[in-house]
């Protein structure tokens, strides 16, 4: 009896089964983020952005604060010097807390007096040139100073280096300054061409003696440097302002509550610059952080139009614009558009598996 062979029956494989014995194949690429998260800030922008922010712009009211509280009650720069180191000894409590030395440790305590001296004479000359000289010019000329001497020791030391988009805005935002102070000193009044120049010179100090103290500060390493130097320059101003403001200049002790309300905004907004500008020189180059507070030239000559009602040349809004302009180019160009170490570490434990 003959059967028709019948095909063997075929075996049914679902979809698991599949899944199932599937040999072994490398994992999957992780999940890639979207554009606009790999985009992240630099340290170096992060420094800037606070030195523009809590920098700059802060320090913008502290000229012509300074100004008025003279015009209001007579008040010596020296005094209000005085006043804002006293504030700074109060970082003494923080220091304590921390059980941390409030001099600095000894390999950095000579450093840490250079620099809190250093900054005791920039601010003094800045203060005292506020008042002798337009607040808007004074300004202008400590930063360009500042900046300047800056690039100048970032090429003498040559221990990190500036892109070219630094380079063009450190050269356009010194432009600026060129700008808004030449015409100024060009046309400066006879009868008072020898006191003008002084106020010029002693913010140009001012300058040169800020820049040297952002690098000294740079230089500085251990944990608590921001908080102790900011101890120190209230130990050393304080020693130093009290004998000089007697033999140089006349104290008063202000009676209206208008020129105590000017010395406390300029003890503040001075302390939260200082505290800024300090924290900016760990995080991005000198020279930029200089550059990025020239914001302070432009807050400056707003206070100084709308509020001193001084006069404002098309020269000081022509200069403020460059310096602007400048603060951007700097500012734009330390974006980091790089992957993140996150990305750029699953992306090697991919390849190293396969």
């Excluded at 002084?198 to 740079?218: D, E, P, S, T």
């Excluded at 760990?282 to 432009?298: D, G, N, Q, R």
Aim: proline residues 7%; charged residues 10%.
């Amino acid at each position: 009896m003959e059967c028709d062979p019948t095909p063997p029956a075929r075996a049914v494989w679902t979809v698991a089964d599949l899944l199932r014995f599937s040999p072994p194949c490398s994992p999957p690429p992780p999940p890639r983020r979207p554009a606009w998260s790999r985009y992240r800030l630099s340290e170096s922008m992060k420094g800037l952005l606070v030195a523009l922010v809590g920098g700059g712009v802060p320090a913008g009211f502290v000229a012509p604060f300074t100004r008025m509280a003279n015009e209001a009650s007579g008040i010596p720069s020296l005094e209000i010097l005085l006043f804002r180191c006293i504030l700074h000894l109060l970082f003494s409590f923080y220091l304590c807390c921390r059980k941390a030395s409030c001099f600095a440790p000894p390999e950095a305590r000579l450093r840490s007096f250079l620099h809190a001296f250093i900054n005791v004479i920039s601010i003094g000359c800045a203060y005292s040139s506020f008042m002798v000289v337009p607040s808007g010019n004074a300004a202008t000329v400590r930063k360009g100073s500042s900046t300047i001497f800056s690039v100048l020791l970032a090429i003498c030391i040559g221990n990190t280096s500036l892109t070219g988009y630094d380079w063009f805005g450190l050269v356009g935002s010194t432009l600026g300054l060129i700008i808004m102070v030449v015409p100024d000193v060009l046309n400066l009044d006879k009868s008072t061409q020898l006191y003008d120049t002084f106020g010029y010179i002693l913010a140009c100090l001012g300058g040169i003696a800020l820049a040297l103290g952002l690098v000294i500060f740079r230089a500085l390493d251990f944990p608590t440097k921001l908080v102790t130097v900011a101890f120190l320059f209230g130990v050393v101003g304080s020693l130093l302002c009290s004998p000089v403001m007697f033999l140089l200049q006349e104290p008063v002790m202000p009676v209206d509550l208008l020129t105590w309300i000017y010395v406390g905004s300029i003890t503040i907004l001075a302390l939260v610059s200082f505290l800024c500008a300090s924290y900016a020189v760990t995080k991005a180059h000198p020279a930029l952080v200089c550059a990025v507070l020239h914001s302070e030239v432009v807050v400056t000559l707003a206070v100084q139009y709308y509020v001193l009602r001084e006069a404002v040349t098309p020269f000081d809004i022509m200069g403020a614009g460059v310096i602007l302009g400048s603060i951007a180019i700097i500012t734009a160009q330390n974006i980091s558009c790089d992957t993140t170490e996150e990305e750029d570490g699953s992306i090697l434990h991919v390849k190293g598996t396969e």
